[in-house]
């Protein structure tokens, strides 16, 4: 497997890049982890930490070090380890401990899909709000009849003004929300932004060099862009390199 997934070796064990994770976790047909978790481990916490996996078809376990001593207890009790994960990937083939090692990660996610639902809701629901209120003094039976036919000054106000900016505003806010998904995935890191990784400090630069050349609106956009590109950029080169 290292040969065939360029993995290098690093003393006793081989260094893996994120890349060849992914590639060995879509092969394998269960996927385990050590991890140090006070409140639990469930499903919820492995998708979050690897994304870019499907785990719809695989076995999912763990061992949770703030429950059992992996690192100590372990090492003395090699069989009892051994037993534990025989049960876990082939259950009735050994019998688990009291407190096993080894465990099934549990599913647990109505908490989370409770949260994502209601945050989805909030957004249609807020943007219904901004589309029926304004500083125009219109009925909520004009507007809707406005809304449906796109007739008179209502209308005009509805399809010209409050829905291209409420559009706007939701497609920015998901833009950012996936970039800071997207920086956040691939630097494995939580407090990555644009403003950690020097991107809006790029973007600004290209805008105030071109305003400083007096060129046009399109201009500044395409510089902005390229700015804030380079600087996403040198920082990944700067990570691969170190």
Same mark, same amino acid.
């Not at 499903?43 to 996996?53: L, Q, T």
């Given at each position: 497997?290292?040969?065939?997934?360029?993995?290098?070796?690093?003393?006793?064990?081989?260094?893996?890049?994120?890349?060849?994770?992914?590639?060995?976790?879509?092969?394998?047909?269960?996927?385990?982890?050590?991890?140090?978790?006070?409140?639990?481990?469930?499903?919820?916490?492995?998708?979050?930490?690897?994304?870019?996996?499907?785990?719809?078809?695989?076995?999912?376990?763990?061992?949770?070090?703030?429950?059992?001593?992996?690192?100590?207890?372990?090492?003395?009790?090699?069989?009892?380890?051994?037993?534990?994960?025989?049960?876990?990937?082939?259950?009735?083939?050994?019998?688990?401990?009291?407190?096993?090692?080894?465990?099934?990660?549990?599913?647990?996610?109505?908490?989370?899909?409770?949260?994502?639902?209601?945050?989805?809701?909030?957004?249609?629901?807020?943007?219904?709000?901004?589309?029926?209120?304004?500083?125009?003094?219109?009925?909520?039976?004009?507007?809707?009849?406005?809304?449906?036919?796109?007739?008179?000054?209502?209308?005009?106000?509805?399809?010209?003004?409050?829905?291209?900016?409420?559009?706007?505003?939701?497609?920015?806010?998901?833009?950012?929300?996936?970039?800071?998904?997207?920086?956040?995935?691939?630097?494995?890191?939580?407090? %990555?932004?644009? *403003?950690?990784? !020097?991107?809006?400090? #790029?973007? &600004?630069? $290209? +805008? %105030?060099?071109? *305003?400083?050349? !007096?060129?046009?609106? #399109?201009? &500044?956009? $395409? +510089?902005?862009?390229?700015?804030?590109?380079?600087?996403?950029?040198?920082?990944?080169?700067? +990570?691969?390199?170190?």
């Amino acid at each position: 497997m290292a040969e065939r997934y360029g993995l290098r070796r690093a003393g006793t064990n081989y260094e893996v890049q994120l890349e060849q994770c992914a590639l060995i976790a879509e092969e394998c047909d269960a996927w385990g982890r050590v991890v140090y978790a006070k409140g639990g481990w469930t499903m919820a916490d492995v998708i979050g930490e690897a994304p870019w996996c499907d785990f719809s078809s695989k076995l999912v376990f763990h061992c949770n070090t703030a429950e059992v001593d992996y690192f100590g207890d372990a090492i003395l009790e090699p069989d009892r380890m051994l037993a534990d994960l025989i049960s876990v990937l082939h259950p009735g083939a050994a019998q688990p401990s009291a407190l096993p090692y080894f465990q099934r990660t549990p599913i647990k996610m109505t908490s989370q899909r409770l949260w994502t639902g209601i945050l989805v809701s909030c957004v249609f629901l807020l943007f219904g709000l901004g589309l029926f209120s304004g500083p125009a003094d219109l009925g909520w039976g004009e507007q809707w009849s406005a809304l449906i036919g796109n007739e008179g000054v209502a209308g005009t106000i509805l399809w010209r003004l409050r829905l291209p900016r409420l559009c706007m505003a939701a497609l920015s806010g998901a833009a950012l929300a996936m970039s800071g998904l997207l920086m956040q995935t691939y630097f494995r890191n939580a407090l %990555a932004g644009p *403003s950690v990784l !020097g991107v809006t400090s #790029g973007a &600004t630069l $290209g +805008v %105030a060099l071109v *305003s400083l050349g !007096g060129w046009a609106v #399109g201009v &500044t956009w $395409g +510089v902005d862009f390229s700015g804030a590109w380079s600087a996403f950029g040198c920082m990944g080169c700067d +990570v691969d390199v170190g």
